[in-house]
């Protein structure tokens, strides 16, 4: 039976948008090109000033209030993120500060584009542990401050945004519900293919970094690309298959949302019709550990995710890590 379940949802993106027709003043690129090859429209672009601690405390808040608590209560935060507002403290120090989270711990979780489905699955086992009993798992990330807007593989992917939820035990009545089973993988030998050359240990800050670009992301996109075709699919086959199920059983596929091409390979391979398969990468981008949470949401906004429904969440991102978890939704 799961001993843990989610039982809460918030969601911000900013309000800028940064369109393809605005892109094609920028680099040299156009929107049937951007449409045809990533499925995007549009992005969320945050303004100056605003950190990814800012997006995190808000979508944190949005689903406190959901919840009708207060912060609190919060006994851990994890934030899945990378673009850190700073190398230390740590972005959940920052967002225990601002929401006032008083006694609760947290730490930031790195996994790129897979962080959020690894938050997830992190809160659910202290949950699951009986050592915690809400648990705010923050997906958040502000990409528009690492992409170089001279570089039209990378700077038309990415957007910024953020999505919170918040993990508990089961309550009565609630039989059933909850977390499942998760199945994880990295994958190092693929690291040179998406990276941030600069800014660490290895390539600290200098004029030389600087001046060559280092500090963007720089991505290999055929590679990045055959790499997440085959290994969503695989991942998701082994969740489903390891608990006696198969793409029919699943009521909605969550996907992290990269490149719409990305998903309809990997979903058609599992068998799972295109109406159980949430895309709203047209409208935000790829906000890395953002995409999960706004995609749940507007899942539940369309009518296409209601309690006791079968949820996989799935992802493959830098590093490589690849994630997909199954979840029993509980409200």
């Not at 992190?122 to 958040?140: F, N, P, Q, R, S």
């Not at 508990?168 to 994958?187: H, K, Q």
């Not at 369309?302 to 979840?327: E, H, I, M, N, P």
Request: one cysteine or more; hydrophobic letters at 40%; a negative charge.
């Amino acid at each position: 039976m799961p001993k843990a379940k989610i039982s809460a949802l918030g969601c911000y993106t900013p309000p800028r948008l940064l369109t393809n027709q605005d892109l094609e003043k920028l680099v040299d690129t156009n929107d049937q090109w951007i449409m045809e090859r990533t499925g995007i429209r549009e992005r969320h672009i945050a303004e100056a000033g605003v950190a990814t601690s800012d997006m995190a405390i808000l979508a944190a808040r949005c689903a406190l209030l959901q919840r009708g608590i207060e912060a609190s209560e919060v006994n851990a935060i994890i934030v899945c993120t990378v673009t850190p507002d700073h190398m230390f403290p740590s972005t959940a120090c920052l967002v225990q500060h601002g929401l006032g989270a008083r006694g609760a711990w947290g730490f930031d979780l790195i996994a790129a584009c897979s962080g959020f489905v690894y938050g997830l699955t992190t809160g659910a086992h202290l949950v699951a542990a009986g050592t915690h009993d809400k648990v705010l798992v923050i997906g958040a990330d502000t990409m528009s401050r690492i992409i170089d807007y001279t570089d039209r593989a990378t700077c038309i992917l990415f957007g910024d945004g953020a999505g919170a939820m918040l993990i508990e035990p089961p309550a009565d009545g609630d039989s059933g519900l909850g977390y499942i089973d998760f199945l994880g993988e990295v994958d190092g030998s693929g690291g040179d293919y998406l990276k941030m050359q600069a800014g660490g240990s290895r390539l600290p800050a200098s004029h030389e970094t600087v001046d060559q670009r280092l500090h963007y992301v720089h991505q290999d996109g055929g590679q990045v690309f055959k790499y997440a075709v085959r290994k969503m699919y695989e991942v998701c086959r082994d969740l489903l298959a390891r608990n006696g199920l198969t793409g029919d059983d699943v009521s909605i596929m969550i996907p992290h949302q990269a490149n719409k091409r990305i998903i309809t390979a990997a979903s058609d391979r599992l068998g799972i019709a295109p109406d159980k398969v949430l895309i709203n990468i047209d409208r935000y981008g790829n906000t890395t550990a953002g995409t999960i949470p706004l995609a749940t949401r507007d899942a539940i906004e369309q009518g296409r995710l209601k309690k006791g429904d079968l949820v996989l969440f799935c992802a493959v991102g830098a590093g490589y890590t690849v994630g997909a978890s199954l979840w029993r939704w509980a409200f």
